[in-house]
């Protein structure tokens, strides 16, 4: 039995190893070119490719980035962006989703609707950004008006495709077993429309930062594109990328957080026991 044991304990720990080692070539893979990218920003400032004054060395941004953060600076900005995100984010997806799954599973509604839908998805929103502004001020409502209905469109529009897009062997193989309609809906429509639903949420989570950057720039006291604007005003420029890598780096933690999501609500298609 104790040599079964060091046997299965052995084959574990070489299992464990490769992972490791697959998981460090993967992350090294898709870094590379990142750091090549760092690299060359560094070195073209250095021999005089560009101007340092308009386009400073990445060391240089990474100095201002760390006196912004020790002086708390960029968390007051950073905290002021999210939370906006945050909210209207959080708006559109308490909207648009259950409005999205009604809209997709009565084909009259989604008839009726489609070219309104279709209208407004068209409309730019930072197009309609001075209509806020003069409806509803240039404080914290217009900002989260704005960043809700840049959301709404993408979630709701792929929220309805994704429930129109069930395959229809699915819904009269669920129907042959006589299910209630809230049970069909909500075992065989909602688990099949994740995906598809998803793709609205991630365009969604993107349009949130790239919205509200906007927004700030033209009428804020604090938030990162009052950050960068603010920066390009007084020829802070270190500052100014520092803004512009925060907001990098905060979009792909969205996009990331969001794909860790999409992938345990759909553990369905890679595991059929679930």
């Known amino acids: 039995m104790e040599t079964v044991k060091s046997v299965d304990l052995s084959v574990n ?18 870094s590379i070119v990142l750091i090549a990218l760092f690299l060359l920003w560094e070195i073209s400032p250095r021999i005089g490719l560009v101007d340092e004054a308009f386009f ?56 009726l609707l489609n070219p309104v839908l279709e209208l407004f998805r068209n409309t730019a929103a930072l197009a309609l950004l001075p209509v806020f502004m003069l409806l509803l001020g240039i404080g914290e409502t217009s900002k989260i008006s704005i960043i809700l209905f840049a959301c709404t469109w993408p979630i709701l529009l792929n929220t309805i495709a994704a429930v129109g897009s069930v395959d229809p062997l699915l819904i009269k193989s669920a129907r042959s077993m006589n299910i209630s309609s809230f049970k069909l809906f909500y075992k065989v429509i909602l688990p099949a429309s994740v995906p598809t639903m ?3 949420i991630r365009m969604a989570g993107s349009s949130a930062i790239l919205i509200l950057i906007a927004a700030e720039m033209v009428g804020a006291k604090e938030g990162l594109g009052y950050l960068i604007t603010y920066s390009q005003y007084n020829f802070m420029i270190p500052e100014m990328y520092a803004g512009i890598l925060t907001i990098s780096v905060l979009g792909l933690f969205i996009n990331y957080g969001l794909l860790s999501i999409e992938k345990r609500l759909s553990r369905w298609k890679q595991d059929p026991t679930l």
Do not use: C
């Open 13 to 30: 720990n070489k299992k464990l190893k490769s992972i490791g080692f697959s998981g460090l070539q993967k992350l090294f893979k898709q």
């Open 56 to 111: 400073p060395r990445f060391s240089s941004v990474l100095i201002a980035w760390w006196e912004m953060v020790k002086s708390g600076e960029l968390f007051a900005h950073f905290s002021a962006s999210i939370t906006r995100s945050i909210f209207g984010f959080g708006l559109a997806l308490v909207i648009a989703i259950p409005l999205g799954l009604l809209i997709g599973w009565y084909p009259l509604a989604r008839d």
């Open 198 to 200: 998803f793709t609205g």
